[in-house]
């Protein structure tokens, strides 16, 4: 009976810590300063940690680390070059040489394939690395998990109450989920806020950047409507804010979703829209392709750039590996999550420019601002084979090499 | 990795084998990296979704020299095969190979030999006029007319046609290419 006393006593003692230190502040957007340092204990637990890994490292990790890098010599001259050509040079064929050589590089490793797994990094989180799964499970997060599961229930289900009111709770149990996470969050430049009316666009690693926007203010999101837990919090969500949730089948009818969405900024009193343009996860080491769809509405655009701090936590999901519930319990259980969001000036498209170009200029702008590279691949390729546009392009460089100055 | 270093072609010419220890590890990961559902195989679906090799105007080609004969699957052992090719030569010392075992995969001889099959549609050990159009068409897309393209096809098989037969044999074809450098073409070093 003792030990049942005792436990119970823990447990209460605990569960007022929890309260006192979590969800009040939170309520009141305060910060006792306890993140602070248990950032700081992490940075060094995490240093310390990595010299030791790194002195005691196996060969096979290393060998497993350093292929992600760049494991062929790339002679990266351009097709005249490869070609030994001078311009206007006839067709030989050990022509055929180049392009097989090219080939096969992209078959030993190709920039896209690499960008979907997850950055690999030497230091780490502690755990086990590489693409291997997780085994440790903290008690405490969870637990702090499964409250503010229990909270955001209780409180957002009977929502049937004025805006304020829901704005406020919604921002509280942000703050409640991004605490949960141990997240530390920088804003930059916060004047750049996206206001009201306006079309809210980022880079996208997670379904955790919808989380971290959201803490800071509130956004109405276009997306497509997800089956099991998603779906619940999705309804959810819908009675707090506003939303547009498409069929994924309605998402294929670019004009409905232009309509809907032009309907929707038209409003002034409706929340800004929060749109990820890449179409999917990327592993937050690059920026892809923008889809035009977004840029084609009009309206302003507010970019936003989303950086997470690798070494902290592996923040992206690769969706065709790992399905949203078992993503989720990672992020709980990883140690913090650390980003920087850079709101910055809005734009909007000028003239004699179309939404491709549009998209790029707003793509760059993010990728400089976050410090991610750029890329000209479509995130789609993830899914779906490539466009011929690009293989085009290739011939025609060839095929001016060849027949160009008419030499024949 | 179980059964690789047995499989046949693996072991290959001597104790060595085709490529290196370290770079079968790698190699292997790319393999399974690209085997995206967990086959244990890769199919023609799993290269062609290579960005970089999909706008490769030859990446069909490519592609069809991991598939010879009409397969459906490519195990490690071929794909690894087929990369050997591209080993560099001097990573192989003449000296001391013997004499009766087969050329290892990376001669000279054998990275003419897979050039010569991205050519050779229908492996008849001849490029005949019709297989060189098809395969400059492929390199130059929609850019060039019918006549330019015909005009170059013959012009390249005839001055490398040398018993007149309106073909290029594979011997033919290595001697039009004595004087190229093929050790630096068609070489991909895997840095250690």
Redesign the interface.
Known sequence: MEGAELAGKILSTWLTLVICLILLPSAFGVSLGISEMYMKLLVKTLEWATIRIEKGVSK?SV??NS?SV????RDESPMEKGLSGLRGR????????????????????????QRF?SEELVSWNLLTRTNVNFHYISLRLTMVWVLGVIVRYCVLLPLSLKNWLSELVHLTCCRICVRALSGTIHYHNKQYRPQKGGICVANHTSPIDVLILTTDGCYAMVGQVHGGLMGIIQRAMVKACPHVWFERSEMKDRHLVTKRLKEHIADKKKLPILIFPEGTCINNTSVMMFKKGSFEIGGTIHPVAIKYNPQFGDAFWNS?KYNMVSYLLRMMTSWAIVCDVWYMPPMTREEGEDAVQFANRVKSAIAVQGGLTELP?DGG?KRA??KDT???????N???M??GNGS? | MRGVRRAPGIAGAGSRGPVSQ?SL???Y??FR??D?NKKGYLSRMD?????????????E??IDSFFPDGNLRLDFPGFVR??AH?RPIDDEDPGIRDPKEPEPLNSRMNKLR??FQ??DLDRDGKISRHEMLQ??RL??????TEE?LE??AD??VQE?DEDGDGA?SFLE?TK??EK?D?EQ???????K
């Open positions: 096979e060998l497993k292929a760049g494991i062929i010599q006839d067709f030989e064929l050990s022509d055929v040489f180049y392009f097989s050589k090219k080939g096969l590089e992209a078959i030993v490793e190709d920039e896209v394939t797994s065709s691949w390729l084979k490539v690009f293989k085009e392009e290739q011939q025609k060839y095929s001016k060849i027949v024949l | 370290a590890l790698r190699l990961h790319r990296a690209l995206r290269l062609q979704q290579i960005g970089a090799l999909a706008v490769n105007p030859l990446g080609r490519i087929v990369l591209f897979f050039a991205l050519y395969v400059l390199m130059v897309g929609v850019q060039v330019q005009s170059i012009r390249t490398a290029v074809f039009s290419l190229m093929i073409k068609m070489s991909i070093r895997i840095l």
